[in-house]
């Protein structure tokens, strides 16, 4: 069983395993097909597992490398017995150990909530708005404990967003700790701390800033071009340089101030890789935010968009399946989409090698 030592796998180290040879016919955790399924996340539905759904089948298969947790995976009695087995038999199907990931912030998305038998958890907003660093502390080890103890080793928080109450999806659901970039990157860095002390890394959100968006990204286009300022960078700055930055996930926002032709970032190289990668120097693994969300899946085909992304920089790309009207998708057509683009020249062996190695990586650190 795996859950949390991700410094083997099977017969063959982590070392050994993302320092494979680049052929794409070799079989088994040095392949294409093994490599590309490092690169994907997918939500799935039910309590329990189903031995002849295709998440299941896609992860035996080793063509999802993640999984995401959502309200509908949480059983409504002795939720977390219920979940930690569903995690460990997901975990024992996978060739190699599974990110289990989820959104657990604390205020208003909060998928672990006290009705289910979880320590209530306060909004980043209030936290900030307390600006004490015990507090945080107490908070944030809480939400670490919870998560590890049930085998989940990957959340998308902190957020890094600065707060502006008529953002939507933000500042108006209490996600941000501050508008002032010293308080988030300190609350940020403690918050990451308390993660690392229980072994589950972090993903820090939604680069290249959010928080003046004045419109929501589930919903469709999002221009942040006169609202966004360069001072919504700082907290990625800091952090980075100090080293506590396991992930990055994007922000599916258009801003013409960092991309003229406005393409959202998630799909911009200029701010993956020329912003991200070579300015800020970022060296760990880049998730998309989930590519079904309107801001994407109404402007872009679903070719287009996962091209754009893994183009663009994107390390791993998130379907959740969670957004109402948009089309679900199977992990089994994603998966064959982006063999096909490697196989057809337009995506590169050494770009899918560069992305696995970091995911890899990521997956062995130990804290």
Not at 49 to 76: C, F, H, M, T
Not at 126 to 151: C, E, H, M, P, Q
Request: proline share 4%; glycine share 8%.
């Amino acid at each position: 069983m795996f859950l949390f030592g991700f410094l083997t796998f099977g017969s063959q180290s982590k070392k050994e395993i993302v320092q494979q040879p680049t052929s794409v016919h070799q079989s088994g955790t040095d392949s294409l097909d093994f490599k590309i399924g490092q690169l994907i996340i997918f939500g799935f539905y039910g309590t329990s597992v189903n031995k002849n759904d295709l998440v299941y089948k896609a992860v035996q298969e080793g063509k999802i490398g993640s999984l995401l947790i959502y309200g509908r995976n949480l059983a409504p009695q002795k939720t977390g017995e219920v979940l930690k087995q569903l995690i460990d038999e997901f975990q024992q199907a996978a060739p190699v150990p599974l990110f289990i990931s989820i959104d657990q912030e604390g205020g208003k998305v909060n998928r672990l909530k006290p009705e289910l038998g979880f320590p209530q958890m306060p909004s980043a907003e209030w936290l900030g708005t307390k600006n004490n660093v015990d507090t945080t502390k107490f908070y944030a080890d809480n939400i670490g404990y919870s998560l590890s103890r049930l085998g989940i080793n990957l959340n998308y928080a902190p957020v890094l967003d600065v707060l502006n109450r008529n953002c939507p999806v933000l500042g108006a659901r209490e996600r941000c700790f501050s508008a002032d970039p010293d308080i988030i990157t300190k609350h940020a860095g403690i918050t990451i701390e308390s993660h690392h002390y229980f072994n589950v890394k972090t993903v820090v959100k939604h680069f290249p800033g959010h928080g003046n968006a004045l419109a929501d990204s589930h919903l469709g286009v999002a221009d942040v071009t006169k609202t966004w300022q360069p001072i919504e960078l700082l907290p990625y700055i800091r952090l980075i340089k100090s080293g506590k930055v396991d992930a990055i996930m994007t922000a599916h926002i258009v801003n013409g101030k960092l991309d003229a032709s406005l393409l959202p970032a998630t799909l911009s190289k200029k701010i993956m890789t020329g912003l991200l990668r070579d300015s800020l120097g970022f060296k760990g693994v880049i998730f998309s935010d989930d590519m079904q969300m309107k801001a994407i899946s109404e402007q872009y085909s679903l070719e287009q968009s996962v091209f754009k992304a893994l183009e663009a920089g994107v390390d791993v790309l998130m379907f959740s399946n969670n957004i109402p009207g948009v089309q679900q998708y199977e992990p089994a057509n994603i998966h064959a989409m982006i063999k096909k683009m490697v196989t057809d020249g337009k995506i590169s062996m050494n770009q899918i090698n560069s992305s696995f190695q970091r995911v890899m990586e990521l997956k062995a650190k130990k804290f």
